[in-house]
Nanobody
Framework: QVQLVESGGGLMQPGGSLRLSCVAS????????MGWYRQAPGKQRELVAA???????NYADSVKGRFTIPRDNAKRTVYLQMNNLAPEETAVYYC???????????????WGQGTQVTVQG
């Protein structure tokens, strides 16, 4: 079983910064892509940023230049550094990991429980 635990959400004023963390634990042979998604009230879940095991990252156009997605493979952790936050980025942020459990031939997608980020003055 693979568990993802997110932390770092909270209330922030516009223009502020937050860093989210997501730690993967459990029976894992390897982790490939790690990413962050967000879902605002009444909207579909959308990709914010993702990073491969080799360190290649891609970002939603709306966050390019403001967000980064570092990862620490030894700690099985992915971060989302969010700078210059805007009110419209208020959402629940979810961690997503593609991991290979022992005894399986392919990777599976795993999701965290989500962490609330609220941006308001």
């Amino acid at each position: 079983q693979v568990q993802l635990v997110e932390s770092g959400g909270g209330l922030m004023q516009p223009g502020g910064s937050l860093r989210l963390s997501c730690v993967a634990s459990g029976s894992i042979l390897s982790i490939n892509d790690m990413g962050w998604y967000r879902q605002a009230p009444g909207k579909q879940r959308e990709l914010v940023a993702a990073i491969t095991s080799g360190g290649s990252a891609n970002y939603a156009d709306s966050v390019k230049g403001r967000f980064t997605i570092p990862r620490d493979n030894a700690k099985r952790t992915v971060y989302l550094q969010m700078n210059n936050l805007a009110p419209e980025e208020t959402a629940v942020y979810y961690c997503n990991v593609a991991a290979l459990p022992p005894g399986y031939a392919r990777e599976y997608d795993y999701w965290g429980q989500g962490t609330q980020v609220t941006v308001q003055g």
